[in-house]
C-alpha cells in the first residue's frame, strides 16, 4: 500500500518556528486537510512537501513512484496563455493524456475523421483505465 510518511519535520522562519519535530502519515486513499488560521505554516507545509521550499530538518518516507503536486496560493501564470493551456502546462501523465484528449477533440470539431474518431475512443479508453 502507497504511503507518505514525514518526520522530524520542523521549518521557522525569521524569528518564527512553524513547526517543530511534527510527523504524519497519509495512505493510498485517505484523505487528509490543513486547517489553520492565516499565518501559521499551511502552505509552507505543502510546498515542502512538494520540494518547492526546504525544511530545517525533515524525513519522509514514500514509494519511488510516488508524485506530490502543489499549486501555490498565488500561481505565477504566462499572461500570453489561455487559461486552458494554463491548466495543460503540467506534466502529471494524466494531465498529458487530457490535453491529448482536449487536443484531439478540438481537431475533430466539424471533422469526421475516422483516424480521429478512432484515436479519441483511444484516449477515453485510457484515461477511463487509468481513473482520469
Do not use: C, W
Request: zero cysteines; proline letters at 5%; aromatic letters at 4%.
Amino acid at each position: 500500500m502507497s504511503h507518505l510518511i514525514v518526520s522530524g519535520l520542523t521549518k521557522t522562519v525569521g524569528d518564527k518556528t512553524l513547526f517543530q519535530n511534527i510527523e504524519f502519515t497519509i495512505v493510498s486513499g485517505e484523505k487528509a486537510g490543513l486547517i489553520g488560521i492565516n499565518g501559521t505554516g499551511k502552505s509552507t507545509l505543502l510546498s515542502i512537501l512538494a520540494g518547492g521550499e526546504p525544511a530545517d530538518s525533515i524525513l519522509v518516507d514514500h514509494p519511488k513512484d510516488f508524485r506530490i503536486a502543489y499549486l501555490p496560493q498565488e500561481p505565477e501564470v504566462d499572461p500570453s496563455l489561455t487559461v486552458l493551456q494554463t491548466i495543460f502546462s503540467g506534466n502529471s501523465p494524466l494531465l498529458l493524456l487530457n490535453r491529448e484528449y482536449e487536443e484531439t477533440l478540438s481537431a475533430l470539431n466539424g471533422n469526421d475523421d475516422p483516424a480521429l474518431i478512432e484515436k479519441l475512443m483511444g484516449i477515453q479508453a485510457e484515461m477511463d483505465r487509468q481513473g482520469g
